[in-house]
């Protein structure tokens, strides 16, 4: 199975709004609306920010959100803040008990 | 607060076989799926298996299947990653997850090296 396709870097100023995409394929993102968007601060362990392409778990700030169109996922930032720095990973189910992950996404705050 | 704990990484040779733990406390663990996830040193996340609530129903990816067995014993709320013929590419930071990906564990290191 092979990795959903992220963008290695995205940018932005605080205040702005960053989106980072995630492109699957008909078999994972484009079938399944079970996509989610991981953040990672270094040496920390993955936090879930955003599950079924669009929901935000409890105490994950309203400034994350999600959407998909077709083959492609994408988590948005707005209002970025210095504490978004940090890797995003998304996931998709890809059916058979599978899960596959993208390379990441690294977030630099300017 | 719910937590999973990792512990059995460590530093293996290639060939060589290593069984990982998992603890979980704060919530009703044999209601759980459980998943492991990996990251080799600077890189992203790997799927690599998971186990049903009841432990009926297990997954490997591919790059371990053969090699990995994942089990349970929900009397002592406690997950294994029996891990043999371990190669170099092996070498990874191990996450217990729980299902939903909504917990996860501090994750334990695996060294395959000679």
């Known amino acids: 199975q092979s990795a959903l396709t992220q963008p290695p870097s995205a940018s932005g100023s605080p205040g702005q709004s960053v989106t980072v995409s995630c492109t699957g394929t008909s078999s994972d993102v484009g079938t399944y609306n079970f996509v989610s968007w991981y953040q990672q601060h270094p040496g920390k362990a993955p936090k879930l920010m955003i599950y079924?392409?669009?929901k935000r778990p409890s105490g994950v700030p309203a400034r994350f959100s999600g959407s998909k169109s077709g083959n492609t996922a994408s988590l948005t930032v707005s209002g970025l803040q210095a504490e978004d720095e940090a890797d995003y990973y998304c996931?998709?189910?890809?059916?058979?008990?599978?899960?596959?992950f993208g390379g990441g996404t690294r977030l630099t705050v300017l | 607060e719910m937590q999973l704990v990792e512990s059995g990484g460590g530093l293996v040779q290639p060939g060589g076989s290593l069984t990982l733990s998992c603890s979980a406390s704060?919530?009703?663990?044999?209601?759980?799926?459980i998943h492991w996830v990996r990251q080799a040193p600077g890189k992203g996340l790997e799927y690599v298996s998971a186990?049903?609530?009841?432990?009926?129903?297990?997954y490997y990816a591919d790059s371990v299947k053969g090699r990995f067995t994942i089990s349970r014993d929900n009397s002592k709320n406690t997950l294994w990653l029996q891990m043999s013929s371990l190669r170099d590419e092996d070498t990874a930071l191990y996450y217990c997850?729980?299902?939903?990906?909504?917990?996860w564990g501090q994750g334990t290191m695996v060294t395959v090296s000679s």
């Open positions: 997850v729980g299902d939903g990906f909504d917990i």
């Open positions: 996931s998709s189910y890809a059916g058979n008990n599978n899960y596959v």
């Open positions: 704060g919530f009703t663990f044999s209601s759980y799926g």
């Open positions: 186990i049903s609530s009841n432990g009926g129903i297990t």
């Open positions: 079924e392409v669009s």
